[in-house]
């Protein structure tokens, strides 16, 4: 177990509709990652939050939107979401020296 | 931006044999390079990492090797065992160090035969 942990752990849902994934960091990391995992685009980095900020963005679609909150706690999400958004989504948070620890992902399926 | 290539993508060996993944990188303000084993729908888990002034860290089994002015770093796992079968994906930081967004490879499917 890293830590980190991530609500849900599975998602189905259908194309059109929006949803949102939840991401706990390991108690003290400030700093909040997340990844899109899908079979041909191996990790994908989207968003990284620092202490509530945004502080790197990656390939993260317009329809996609990450916020940080005071507790930092993060959420991930998706909306108008399509086929191809059919992937694992995982969230990381990393220690003072860089090390990130990943959390136990959330498998998305649109149908 | 930073780009990291990693080969092979799949790699087949003999249970005893030994295993090397290499990575070559472009941007030379990367810092960070740890290296993260992923088993069938599992998270990445860390299994070594190196840092821009090290050139060579091991830990038992697995040793990671970098070479700056190449700009590669590498995987190594001696007496492979069937339980090292998973992806292997490398990763680096850029220049915003080490707590900055990690960049992957593709991953290598090693597979350890008995």
């Known amino acids: 177990d890293s830590g980190v942990t991530q609500t849900p752990k599975h998602l189905i849902t259908a194309t059109g509709q929006r949803v949102t994934l939840r991401c706990s960091p390991r108690s003290g990391d400030l700093s909040v990652y997340w990844y899109q995992q899908s079979l041909d685009q191996g990790l994908q980095f989207l968003i990284q939050?620092?202490?509530?900020?945004?502080?790197a963005k990656g390939n993260i679609l317009e329809r996609f939107s990450a916020q940080q909150f005071p507790d930092l706690h993060s959420e991930l999400n998706l909306s108008s979401l399509e086929l191809g958004d059919s992937a694992l989504y995982f969230c990381a948070s990393s220690d003072i020296a860089g090390v990130r620890y990943f959390g136990p992902g959330t498998r998305l399926t649109v149908l | 931006g930073e780009n990291v290539e990693q080969h092979p993508s799949t790699l087949s060996v003999q249970e005893g044999d030994s295993a090397v993944i290499k990575c070559t990188y472009s941007d030379s303000a990367s810092n960070y390079f740890p290296w993260y084993k992923q088993e069938l729908g599992k998270r990445p888990q860390l299994i070594i990492d190196i840092r821009s002034n090290v050139g060579e860290k091991k830990d038992q089994r697995i040793a990671v090797t970098l070479n700056k002015t190449a700009k590669h770093f590498s995987l190594h796992i001696t007496e492979t065992q069937p339980e090292d079968s998973a992806v292997y994906f490398c990763a680096l930081a850029g220049g915003g160090g080490s707590n900055y967004k990690l960049t992957f490879g593709k991953g290598t499917l090693l597979t350890v035969n008995p």
């Open positions: 939050y620092y202490n509530g900020e945004e502080r």
